[in-house]
C-alpha cells in the first residue's frame, strides 16, 4: 500500500473516532451550537426593534435586521464551533491517547488531520442548522443567483477550516480542557466587536479600524454582499487574504506543536 493511500486510510480512521465521540459525548456540541441559534432569537425577538435603528439610516425595521445579522451569527457559529475543537484536542493529548498514538505505525499527522475534517464538517452542519432557524423567523435571500451561493459555501468553508486549525494549535498547547477552551474564546468573542451586530460606521471612532480589519467583519460583510447583494468592495480580497493566513498559521503552529516531544 503506498504512502498517500495509508495516510488516507488512517486519516479516515480519525475522522470516524472524532466523529464517533461526537455523538457519544453531545452536550459540549449541544451547547456551542445552541449558543448562536439563541443570541439570533434574542438579538431580533428583544433587541431587534433597538438594534435594528443603527442600520439602514434608522429605518430599517426587523426584517431588515433579521437579513443584516444571520451572516454574523453564522460565522459566530463556526468559531463556537471550534472552541469545541480546541477541547477536544485538549483532552486528546491530557488523557495520554497521542502518546499510545505516537508508539503505532499510522500516519502521524492523521490525527491532526481528523480533527480538523470532523470540525469543518461540525461547522457546516451547525451553519446550516442556524441557517434553517433564520429562515424559519423571516430571512431571505431572493436576489442572490447559484453562483453566489456557491462563493458564500465555500467562504463559509474556508473560513471553517482558517479557524480550526488556530484552535487545533491552541488545544495542542494547552495544559487542560478547561484552559483550552479559554484560550479559545476570542474566535467567538471577536464577532461581538465586527461587524456583526451593527455597522463599522455606528462605533467610535477611534475603535471602528480595529473593528473594520480583524478577520471577521471583512468576512460578514463579503457574505452579505454574496446573499443580500450589498457592496463587497474590498472585503472579499480581505476575507480570502485572512482566511489562507489563519489557515497556513494554525497549520505551521499544530504541525510544530504536535511534533514536539513531549516533556
Known sequence: MSSLALAVRDSSTMLRRNLLHAR??????????????????????IFGDVMSAGIGGGGADRSDYI???????????????????AVSVSMDMTEGIIARFRTMAIHR?????????????????SVILVGAVAVAIGFRSTDATVLEWLAAFGLLVL?????????????????NPEAASNNAMPLIFLPFISSAFVPVDAMPGWFQPIAEYQPFTPAIETLRGLLLGTEIGHNGWLAIVWSLALTALGYFWSKASFSRDPK
Open 24 to 45: 457519544r459525548y453531545p452536550s459540549l456540541t449541544l451547547n456551542l451550537l445552541l449558543t448562536p441559534v439563541v443570541l439570533l432569537l434574542l438579538f431580533v425577538y
Open 67 to 85: 437579513a443584516y445579522l444571520v451572516p454574523g451569527l453564522l460565522l459566530m457559529t463556526i468559531g463556537g464551533t471550534a472552541i469545541g475543537t
Open 159 to 175: 473560513f471553517a477550516l482558517a479557524l480550526t486549525w488556530i484552535a487545533v494549535g491552541m488545544g495542542l498547547i494547552s495544559p
Open 109 to 125: 499527522p492523521s490525527v491532526l488531520i481528523g480533527h480538523v475534517v470532523g470540525s469543518v464538517l461540525q461547522c457546516v452542519t
